[in-house]
C-alpha cells in the first residue's frame, strides 16, 4: 500500500495517464530524495520501502518510523493529502475488519473452549448456561455491558476523551455501544456464524488506526491494556481457564483442576494461539499481540488463585454441595489415583479412614463458598492424592528402610502364592520407576517439540505486517525442508484425550498390574481386626510456618527420604505440579490427622517419631 | 530441631545422581542466557515456556548432533525454527547463525541430504539474517569445494562479492576480503592445473606460446584476489604460497619478496613460524647472501627450534667465518635433539657426533660443557639408556653408532650405551667402532686430558 502525496492543482503530474505512471513518476522524485541516514540497527545505507511507504533496512529489515509522505509534505506547502493505493483491493480487505472489542475476543475465546469441553464429553449445560451466566455477570461486573453506564459511553467518556483525544470518533457514539452490548448477546449463541451481520468498520476508523501511533486491530485494544482500575479484574487468556474450571465446579463435572490444565497442554483446548480461530473479519494486530498471545502453559497454582479471585470478583454465591458421590470427593478420586499409580485397591479402605478421621470429606469442607470469610476451595486433586502419599506413609514408613525389609517379607511370601500375591512395594517402585522415567522423556520431548508459533502471525503494526509475514514464510519453507529429512512415521496420532495418563490393564511382564495385590503382608491380625505392621510414623513437617509470607511449609528434597521423595515426584508428575505443593498438602492432612501430636509436640518435649495411635 | 528423617542412611543412588547432573544442564551457552539469569535475580518474570521449551529443543539437537543421530536432529530443528520468531529480538537476532550452524551440519551428514538441499537451506539463510549474509556465502562455498563442485562454489563467490552492505562494518571487510582470497584459490587451483600441463608441453609447440600467455594474464587477475586478504594481519599460509608462487610465475620478485618479508615481519601479524619458512625458500631460490639467510633462520631457531631446517641453519653457521655462529652450530644441534620427535634423526646425530669432534679438536671444551652442564642430568636417561641402545641397535645400526659416539664423548667410555654398541661384533662396521672408540678415549669430556 501506498500512501503518497499530490499537489492538487500545480501538479505536473496530475494529467498523467495511468495510475502506473504517476506511480513511477513520484517514485522517479521520491528517489531522489532519498533517505540517507544509516540505519540504527546495522549501520548500514540501504533503504527500501515497505507497502506503507515507510523506509526499512534492506539488510537487516528494520522499519524506521520515517516514511516516504511526512518528506513530502514537508517539502511541498499547501498539499492535501490523499490515499494512492497501488494495491486497492487489498487495502479494502484490511479496512473490512469488523469493529470489535477485546472483551468479545475473550468472549470468542470461551466459546471454543466451552465447544472444546463439551466435545470432551461435557454436558452442553456448561457452555449455555453455567459459563454464559458467569460471562454476563462479569461483563456486568465489569461495567462492561449489562449496565447503566458501560465503559464504553458516557460513564467513561470523559476520562478517554482526556486520555485519548484519538479515540473520540467512536467513543461518543452511543449506537456504536449499544449495538455492542447487543451483538456480545447474539453471538453467543451462534459463536462462529453471525459474520454477515456485523457491520464493516467505517473508514474513519481505518485511518484513525494508521495515523495512531501505537494501534490495535481491536476498538479498545490499547485502551484495554492502559487500564488500571482498582477493583475490577482484567481479563486475559490465562484468566478464561479460571472460567471454564468454575463452570466445570459448578456443575461438579469430573474433571479436575490438574486435568483441565492437561487437556489445555495436550491442545484439546484452544488456549495457546487460541486468537487464531477468531473469525478472518477480526482483525488483530498492535496491542493485541499483548492481550492476546501466550508464550506460556497454563500454570496449577496461578489458575487456581485467579479463579478464587474471579468468584470472589463474581461475587458468586456457595457452589453445589460436593457429597460423597460426587466426582471430586476425596474417596472417590482416590481410587481413581490409585488405579492410575497401580496401587492395590485394598489401600482405599485405609484412605477412607483417613479421609474420614481428617474431615475431608465433609460438605462443608469440599463446597466452594466464595463469599464466606476466607474464601478458599480445596484442591481437590491435590488433595486425594496426598491422602494416598499418607496412606503410603502409614503403611511403608517410607523411611528406606522399613519399605525395603517389608518388601523382602513379600517377596518371600510371593514365591510360593501367586495366585493371590502380598503388594511388594520394591517391585512396585521399580515398575514405576521405569515408567515413569520414560514418561518423563516423552514429555520432555513433546515438550521441546512443541510449536508456538500462530500460522497467523500477529504483528505490531501495518508496517511490520510485511516483515513480520515473510519471516513467517520462511519458518515455513525451512520447517518443510527439515520435516522431509526428519522420520517419516508421523506420530501415532492425536492421543485421545482421558483422564486417565497410565494404562495397567495390559497383561505383560514387564508391566505388571498391582491392583489385585493383597495388603495382608504388611498387615498383622489383633484380636478381630487387621492392624498395621508398622507402628511409627513421621511428620511431613514438623513445625509450621506462620509468619506472612503465604506458604505453610516448605520442601527442602535432600532432607527427605528417597522412597518419599520418589512418591511426591511420581504424583507431581502426573498432575503436574511442583512437589512442594503436594508436600505442602500432605503436611496439611497430616495436621489434621495428627492434630494431639501437634499440639503436645508443640507443647513438650520435642519428640521427633510420633507413635500412632 | 532437626528433621525426623535424619537419622535415616540415604545413600545416593545412581538414578538420583543421573537426575542431578541432568538438571544442572550442560550445554552451549549463549549470551541471552546470561540475561535470562539477570532477570531471575532480580526477581523479575518467570521465564516464559516458550524459551523453556526451546532451549530444551536446542539442547536436545546439540545431544542428537553429538550422537550422530541426524534424523532426529531434523525433527527437533523443525520446532527449533520458531526461535526465528522470537519475540525477544535479541533471541530473534542470534536465531540465525545458530539455525545455519546446526542445519548446516545436519546437511553435511543427514543421509537424505544432498548438494541440492543444501543449497536451498543456504540460499534460505543467507536472506534471513543479513548479517550471515558473507559468512553463510563462504561456508556454502566451502561445501560445495569439499563436493567437489568447484565451478558452483566459485559462481557463488562471485555472488558474494557483488554483495553490497551499505557502510560495511569493519567485520565485513575480513569476510569480504576472505571472499575475495577464496576465489583467487579457487582460480590459483585452475591456474596450478594450467601449470602443469603447460610444463609438459615442448616448448617449441606452436600453442606453448599462447598457453603461457594465458596463464601469465590469468595469474595476474587472480593475485589482485589475493592479495588484499594477505595485508590483512592475520595466518593466511595456504593463499601466501599460492600468491607468491603466481608472483614468481610472474617475474614479479620484488613484490614477492616484499609480501613475503611483510607477512613474516609485520609485528601486526601473529607469530608464525611458515612465514619464516617461506621467506627462507624463497631467498634460497633467489640465491640469496648468507648473511640474509642467516637472519631468517635465526628467527625461525627461535620459534621453532625443532624444525628440520635447523640442520640447514647449522650448516651454514659451521660455514660461517664468524666464531660466534660456530658457537651458536652447536647450540642450534643440542636444541634440535632436545625434541623427542627428533631423538631418531641419524642426520642430526651425524652432524652433532663431526660437529663435537670438530670443536674439540679445535679446544672449545668449555663450549661443549656449557651446553651439556644443563643437559646432563636428563639426556642419559633420555637419549643413553641400555634400553635405547638396544632398540637403536635393532633398529638402524647407524644412528646406534652416532649415538654412541656422542654418548662416549658426552658421558665417557664407561657409559651403557657406548659400551653396549662398542660390545657388538659387527662385521661392516667393526672399523668403525673402533675409530670411535679410539676418538672417545681421546676426546671425551669427562676426563679431559690437559
Avoid at chain 2, 525433527?75 to 536465531?95: G, N, R
Avoid at chain 2, 540460499?123 to 565451478?151: F, P, T
Amino acid at each position: 500500500m501506498w500512501l503518497l502525496t499530490t499537489q492538487k492543482t500545480e501538479s505536473p503530474f496530475l494529467f498523467a495517464v495511468s495510475r502506473g505512471e504517476l506511480f513511477d513518476v513520484l517514485c522517479f522524485r521520491i528517489y531522489r530524495r532519498e533517505f540517507q541516514e544509516r540505519c540504527t540497527q546495522c549501520a548500514a545505507v540501504s533503504w527500501g520501502l515497505t507497502d506503507e511507504g515507510k523506509y526499512y533496512c534492506t539488510s537487516c529489515h528494520n522499519v524506521t518510523e520515517r516514511s516516504k509522505e511526512v518528506i513530502h509534505t514537508e517539502s511541498i506547502p499547501n498539499t492535501k493529502i490523499k490515499a494512492i493505493s497501488r494495491g486497492l483491493k487489498r487495502k479494502s480487505k484490511l479496512e473490512k475488519g469488523w469493529d470489535w472489542y477485546v472483551c468479545e475476543g475473550f468472549q470468542y475465546i470461551l466459546c471454543q473452549q466451552a465447544e472444546a469441553l463439551k466435545t470432551l464429553g461435557v454436558g452442553p449445560e456448561l457452555k449455555n448456561e453455567v459459563l454464559h451466566n458467569f460471562w454476563k455477570r462479569y461483563l456486568q461486573k465489569s461495567k462492561q455491558a449489562y449496565c447503566k453506564n458501560p465503559v464504553y459511553t458516557s460513564g467513561r467518556k470523559v476520562t478517554v476523551l482526556e486520555d485519548h483525544l484519538s479515540h473520540s470518533d467512536w467513543t461518543s457514539d452511543p449506537e456504536l455501544s449499544d449495538a455492542h452490548c447487543l451483538s456480545l448477546v447474539e453471538s453467543w449463541a451462534e459463536s462462529q456464524s453471525d459474520v454477515q451481520s456485523r457491520k464493516p468498520s467505517s473508514s474513519t476508523r481505518a485511518s484513525h488506526s494508521e495515523t495512531a501511533s501505537i494501534c490495535s486491530g481491536s476498538l479498545d485494544g490499547v485502551e484495554y491494556s492502559q487500564r488500571k482500575e482498582k477493583g475490577i479484574v482484567k481479563m486475559t487468556v490465562p484468566r478464561t481457564l479460571a472460567f471454564l474450571y468454575l463452570s466445570l465446579l459448578w456443575q461438579r463435572e469430573a474433571v479436575t483442576l490438574s486435568d483441565l490444565l492437561r487437556f489445555v497442554e495436550e491442545d484439546h483446548i484452544p488456549y495457546v494461539n487460541a486468537f487464531e480461530r477468531f473469525p478472518e473479519e477480526m482483525k488483530l494486530y498492535g496491542r493485541d499481540k499483548g492481550i492476546f498471545a501466550v508464550e506460556s502453559w497454563p500454570d496449577y497454582e496461578d489458575i487456581y488463585k485467579k479463579m478464587i479471585e474471579i468468584a470472589i470478583f463474581l461475587d458468586l454465591p456457595r457452589f453445589p454441595d460436593i457429597t460423597e458421590d460426587c466426582y471430586l470427593h476425596p474417596n472417590i478420586l482416590v481410587m481413581k489415583y490409585l488405579m492410575e499409580v497401580n496401587l492395590p485397591d485394598e489401600m482405599q479402605g485405609l484412605t477412607c479412614q483417613v479421609v474420614k478421621m481428617t474431615g475431608i470429606g465433609e460438605v462443608d469442607f469440599l463446597t466452594f463458598d466464595p463469599i464466606a470469610k476466607m474464601a478458599k476451595t480445596v484442591k481437590y486433586d491435590v488433595q486425594a492424592v496426598a491422602v494416598i502419599v499418607v496412606a503410603l506413609k502409614l503403611l511403608f514408613l517410607l523411611d528406606d528402610n522399613v519399605e525395603w525389609s517389608l518388601s523382602d517379607l513379600a517377596e518371600d511370601y510371593n514365591e510360593d502364592h501367586q495366585d493371590k500375591p502380598w503388594f511388594d512395594f520394591r517391585k512396585w517402585y521399580q515398575v514405576m520407576k521405569k515408567t515413569v522415567d520414560e514418561k518423563k522423556q516423552k514429555r520432555e520431548e513433546a515438550r521441546a517439540k512443541y510449536l508456538w508459533k500462530s500460522e497467523k502471525p500477529l504483528y505490531h503494526s501495518y508496517i511490520d505486517k510485511p516483515v513480520v509475514y515473510k519471516r513467517r514464510e520462511m519458518v515455513v519453507n525451512l520447517q518443510k525442508q527439515f520435516s522431509a529429512l526428519a522420520d517419516c512415521t508421523p506420530a501415532p496420532g492425536e492421543k485421545k484425550p482421558s483422564s486417565f495418563q497410565f494404562n495397567w490393564t495390559e497383561k505383560g511382564t514387564d508391566r505388571p498390574c498391582f491392583h489385585g495385590h493383597s495388603l495382608r503382608g504388611v498387615l498383622s491380625k489383633k484380636g478381630q481386626s487387621l492392624v498395621i505392621k508398622n507402628s511409627l510414623y513421621w511428620l511431613s513437617t514438623q513445625k509450621f510456618c506462620r509468619s506472612y509470607c503465604k506458604h505453610v511449609t516448605t520442601y527442602e528434597e535432600s532432607n527427605f527420604s528417597l522412597s518419599y521423595q520418589f512418591v511426591l515426584n511420581l504424583f507431581s508428575f502426573l498432575l503436574r505440579i511442583k512437589a512442594s505443593l503436594l508436600h505442602e498438602e500432605v503436611s496439611l492432612i497430616e495436621k489434621k490427622l495428627f492434630k494431639r501430636k501437634y499440639m503436645s509436640s508443640n507443647e513438650s518435649s520435642r519428640s521427633r517419631r510420633v507413635r500412632r495411635r | 530441631m532437626s528433621d525426623f528423617s535424619e537419622e535415616f542412611t540415604r545413600p545416593m543412588t545412581e538414578d538420583e545422581q543421573g537426575e542431578t547432573s541432568v538438571a544442572s544442564g550442560t550445554g552451549m551457552h549463549f549470551p541471552w542466557l546470561h540475561k535470562l539469569v539477570e532477570t531471575v535475580v532480580i526477581g523479575g518474570k518467570k521465564k516464559k515456556d516458550f524459551a523453556q521449551t526451546t532451549s530444551a529443543c536446542l539442547r536436545f539437537i546439540q545431544e542428537a548432533l553429538l550422537k550422530h543421530q541426524w534424523q532426529e536432529a531434523a525433527e527437533y530443528m523443525h520446532s527449533y525454527f520458531q526461535t526465528l520468531e522470537d519475540s525477544d529480538t535479541y533471541k530473534k537476532q542470534a536465531a540465525p547463525e545458530i539455525i545455519w550452524k546446526l542445519g548446516s551440519e545436519i546437511l553435511f551428514y543427514h543421509p537424505k541430504s544432498n548438494v541440492e538441499t543444501f543449497n536451498t537451506f543456504a540460499d534460505r539463510m543467507k536472506n534471513i539474517g543479513v548479517l550471515n549474509y558473507l559468512k553463510i556465502s563462504l561456508q556454502h562455498a566451502l561445501y560445495l569445494v569439499h563436493h567437489g563442485m568447484l565451478e558452483d562454489a566459485n559462481r557463488n563467490l562471485s555472488q558474494a562479492e557483488t554483495w553490497r552492505y551499505g557502510e560495511k562494518s569493519s567485520s565485513q571487510e575480513i569476510l569480504i576480503n576472505l571472499v575475495h582470497a577464496y576465489k583467487g584459490l579457487l582460480q590459483y587451483y585452475t591456474w596450478s592445473k594450467k601449470k602443469m600441463e603447460l610444463s609438459k608441453l615442448d616448448k617449441d609447440d606452436y600453442s606453448y606460446g599462447t598457453a603461457s600467455r594465458s596463464m601469465l594474464s590469468h595469474s595476474c587477475k587472480t593475485s589482485a584476489n589475493l592479495g588484499a586478504l594477505i595485508e590483512t594481519p592475520g595466518v593466511w599460509d595456504p593463499f601466501v604460497k599460492s600468491y607468491v608462487e603466481m608472483l614468481e610465475f610472474c617475474g614479479d620478485q620484488d613484490r614477492a619478496r616484499k609480501v613475503l618479508t611483510n607477512y613474516a615481519y609485520d609485528e601486526k601479524f601473529p607469530s608464525n613460524p611458515n612465514a619464516h619458512i617461506y621467506l627462507y625458500n624463497f631467498l634460497k631460490r633467489e640465491k640469496a647472501p648468507r648473511a640474509k639467510l642467516l637472519s631468517v633462520l635465526k628467527i625461525l631457531y627461535q620459534i621453532v627450534p625443532s624444525h628440520k631446517l635447523m640442520l640447514e641453519f647449522h650448516t651454514l653457521l659451521k660455514k660461517s667465518e664468524k666464531e660466534e655462529h660456530h658457537k651458536l652450530g652447536l647450540e642450534v644441534l643440542f636444541g634440535v635433539l632436545d625434541f623427542a620427535g627428533c631423538t631418531k634423526n641419524v642426520t642430526a646425530w651425524k652432524y652433532l657426533a663431526k660437529y663435537l669432534k670438530q670443536i674439540l679438536i679445535q679446544n672449545h671444551l668449555a663450549w661443549v660443557q656449557e651446553e651439556w652442564n644443563s643437559r646432563k642430568n636428563w639426556w642419559p636417561g633420555f637419549h643413553f639408556s641400555f634400553f635405547w641402545a638396544k632398540s637403536d641397535w635393532k633398529e638402524d645400526t647407524a644412528l646406534a653408532c652416532e649415538k654412541a659416539f656422542v654418548a662416549g664423548i658426552l658421558l665417557g667410555k664407561g657409559c651403557r650405551y657406548f659400551r653396549y654398541v662398542s660390545k657388538q661384533d659387527h662385521q661392516v662396521l667393526r672399523k668403525k667402532i673402533k675409530r670411535m672408540k679410539k676418538s672417545v678415549k681421546k676426546y671425551n669430556i669427562v676426563n679431559p686430558r690437559l
